[in-house]
């Protein structure tokens, strides 16, 4: 119909009055015959083999089919997994169950009491093995520790210038030496030799001792500050009738004598002639 068309107008001669030359018409209508011939083989290719034109679309390589089948399966997995993650956080999240609440507060009890416990058990361990020891551990340790507590009065009898020999200090009627110092009166050798055998018995603060009644309190530890402190060791009384210490002057074998105000606290154990566990403080 267009090359109809065509040729009319070259034929008429109309083409210059509307704008178009002849050579702009006659590749038009070359164009247009090409296209046709091209039309006419293949519609004759399709007929000569037996083949509809949508069977040889379909005829394509498995290999692109299986590409484009797996990009629209692709594509719908897609979007059903956002429709998926949608619907999820539309959900209203679930409450937890009071029975969870319970258990949870439970083991919470639970660890807070082991917790207690094991803190209270470690404080009293820890005030146990600060506390001086009692009468009846000085009592049973006694025996054993007799012959070098006796050494220490003999060996304080002939220092009689200390008044307490402590194993970090001493003290003279006229000074403290807070270290060695000759003013003291013994040697370094001889305040070792103190030292070693307060040291083996568990001896913590030395001994102090009155030089004219010549009692001596051997400490062997003390818990506390000062005049709120409580200290335990062993009594020595003395040959004469005079004493500083209380026990030395009772003829009752135990005492116990609380504190006031203004007057100190003390108990004692008799133990042999001489020798008294004594523990002393507050006050």
């Keep these: 119909m267009i090359l109809m068309v065509l040729s009319m107008v070259e034929a008429a001669g109309v083409g210059s009055s509307i704008g178009i030359d002849s050579k702009q018409l006659i590749d038009s209508k070359g164009k247009?015959?090409?296209?046709?011939?091209?039309?006419?083989?293949?519609?004759?290719?399709y007929?000569?083999?037996?083949?509809?034109?949508?069977?040889?679309?379909?005829?394509?390589?498995?290999?692109?089919?299986?590409?484009?089948?797996?990009?629209?399966?692709?594509?719908?997995?897609?979007?059903?997994?956002?429709?998926r993650l949608v619907q999820e956080l539309a959900k209203p999240t679930p409450s937890v169950p009071r029975r969870w609440w319970r258990t949870l507060f439970k083991v919470c009890l639970v660890v807070f009491?082991?917790?207690?416990?094991?803190?209270?058990?470690?404080?009293?361990?820890?005030?146990?093995?600060?506390?001086?020891?009692?009468?009846?551990t000085l009592e049973r340790r006694f025996p054993h520790q007799r012959a070098d507590l006796e050494t220490i009065i003999s060996m304080s009898d002939h220092d009689v210038q200390l008044l307490r020999i402590d194993p970090n200090w001493l003290l003279t009627t006229e000074r403290q030496c807070l270290t060695y110092c000759r003013e003291s009166g013994i040697t370094p050798e001889r305040w070792d030799e103190y030292r070693r055998l307060f040291s083996r018995n568990d001896i913590t603060q030395?001994?102090?001792?009155?030089?004219?009644?010549?009692?001596?309190?051997?400490?062997?530890?003390?818990?506390?500050?000062?005049?709120?402190?409580?200290?335990?060791?062993?009594?020595?009384?003395?040959p004469g009738p005079a004493h500083v210490y209380p026990p030395c002057s009772s003829s009752q074998p135990t005492g116990d004598?609380?504190?006031?105000?203004?007057?100190?606290?003390?108990?004692?154990?008799?133990?042999?002639?001489?020798?008294?566990?004594?523990?002393?403080?507050p006050g």
């Design 206 to 238: 030395g001994i102090e001792r009155d030089p004219a009644t010549r009692d001596a309190f051997i400490l062997v530890k003390s818990f506390g500050i000062l005049e709120n402190g409580t200290t335990s060791g062993y009594l020595y009384c003395g």
């Design 113 to 136: 009491v082991s917790l207690f416990l094991v803190a209270a058990s470690g404080i009293a361990l820890l005030i146990w093995g600060c506390s001086p020891p009692s009468l009846g």
């Design 47 to 83: 007929h000569t083999r037996g083949l509809s034109r949508e069977r040889c679309e379909s005829a394509r390589p498995p290999e692109k089919k299986s590409l484009m089948a797996a990009r629209v399966v692709k594509k719908n997995i897609g979007s059903l997994c956002r429709i």
């Design 257 to 281: 004598h609380p504190y006031s105000p203004g007057d100190e606290a003390y108990s004692y154990r008799k133990l042999t002639d001489h020798w008294y566990a004594y523990t002393r403080g």
């Design 32 to 45: 247009l015959e090409t296209h046709r011939t091209q039309k006419t083989r293949l519609s004759h290719t």
